[in-house]
């Protein structure tokens, strides 16, 4: 058997409950939950907690593999290490000693399923006894005596000629049971490398890193999976397109403030042959002048919530098209239905909770009528 062990623990100093605060739409651990579940090579997963929060969390994703397991408060205190915790769940639990031990960081929310799946490959072609993940870092290292570790300074080489120099990103390692048994250690023995792209080698200890990580999430995986399947890009406009204020005259006159970065999205998505257009609750000349303005292929004003996805449906059906080939962009409750059927759903900062909450939906950096659109936008072109 191969099974998964995450470490998770309440007492997170630099970032309070880290490990499920939500991360581009969904609680942190998701994401290597997610991958874990999906490959092929992962039987069991086993996630290690001393929080209600967490274990709540977890259970609520409701995948089949995973069970929580309650670590004891001694091995989930500031000082304890993560093989103390691993020792102690192993001498509680039963497993054979040839069973394989995959060790995963929640920190490090960019693997992927393949990631699992190729890293066993490599331990098994090798004939090794363990693994641990790198990435090639192509720095020059010096030691505190002033001496280079990695390279001749009166040779430098040119960086398209340097190899570099492996360094761990802590997303995984793998061992035998056995072997983590007998020397207290994730790894021993013969140990290989899986090689992982070199933006994962962002782990997330504090606020800093957390926006980074965002960032490298959307450009580099949340983007792949998006970018070659969206055929209709919609959007709603009060508190998405704008920042939901109403702005009114001394004569009664209705205004609303537009991001002309959203609009250059349109023009964006128009020119890579994606039709656009508004759903939208409202009903004004304002929205039908911007939506002219910007060369929308559809525009739908003063529809309910339950016409919303009605009308959605008709367009698919129109273009030829899926509902999972649609990507929307709401805010609020009237969006709700929608943003769960389409198949790239995103919402803006501030948005309602229940929103925010929707499983699978991309939570935007940026506000309504703040360019959150365009920052969708980004995402679905893969920019």
């Known amino acids: ?16 409950l880290k490990n499920i605060k939500i991360f581009c739409g969904q609680p942190l651990i998701y994401w290597n939950l997610h991958a874990l579940q999906t490959s092929s090579s992962i039987d069991k997963i086993f996630v290690a907690t001393d929080c ?24 989930a205190d500031d000082l ?18 040839n069973d394989l031990f995959f060790l995963v960081q929640a920190t490090s929310p960019f693997t992927q399923s393949k990631d699992f799946d190729n890293a066993l490959k490599t331990l098994k072609v090798n004939n090794a006894d363990s693994l641990l993940t790198c990435v090639r870092a192509k720095r020059f290292l010096w030691n505190d005596k002033g001496h280079p570790l990695n390279y001749d300074f009166n040779n430098r080489p040119r960086r398209q ?7 761990e990103n802590g997303a995984f390692y793998i061992n035998t049971i056995a072997n983590i048994k007998k020397n207290q250690n994730r790894l021993s023995g013969n140990v290989v490398i899986h090689e992982m792209e070199t933006f994962t080698s962002v782990e997330i200890d504090d606020d800093d890193d957390w926006k980074i990580a965002e960032m490298l999430m959307k450009k580099y995986i949340i983007s792949k999976k998006t970018n070659l399947s969206v055929k209709l890009f919609l959007s709603d406009v009060d508190g998405t397109l704008t920042d939901a204020g109403m702005y009114y005259g001394n004569n009664g ?5 537009f991001n002309t970065h959203d609009g250059k999205g349109f023009e964006l998505l128009r020119k890579a042959g994606i039709k656009t257009g508004i759903i939208t609750s409202e009903k004004t000349e304002i929205v039908a002048n911007r939506a002219k303005k910007l060369q929308l292929d559809y525009v739908y004003q003063g529809l309910q919530h339950f016409e919303k996805y009605e009308i959605v449906k008709e367009i698919c059906t ?66």
């Open 253 to 257: 006159e209705e205004f609303k403030k």
């Open 161 to 167: 000629d340097f190899n570099g120099t492996y360094m």
């Open 318 to 383: 129109k273009e030829n098209i899926l509902i999972n080939e649609v990507a929307y962009v709401g805010d609020d409750i009237n969006c709700l239905e929608l943003l769960q059927s389409v198949g790239i759903a995103a919402c803006p900062n501030n948005s309602q909770a229940i929103i925010k909450n929707i499983p699978g939906i991309i939570l935007l950096n940026k506000n309504g009528g703040d360019g959150a659109v365009r920052e969708f936008v980004n995402i679905v072109l893969g920019l």
């Open 52 to 75: 209600e929060s967490i274990k709540s969390v977890v259970e609520n994703f409701n995948f089949s593999k995973v069970e929580v397991y309650e670590r004891d408060a001694k091995n």
């Open 1 to 16: 058997m191969n099974l998964a062990f995450i470490p998770v623990r309440c007492g997170s100093k630099s970032i309070p």
């Open 80 to 97: 304890a290490s993560t093989e103390s915790v691993i020792v102690e769940f192993l001498n509680k639990k039963k497993f054979n000693d």
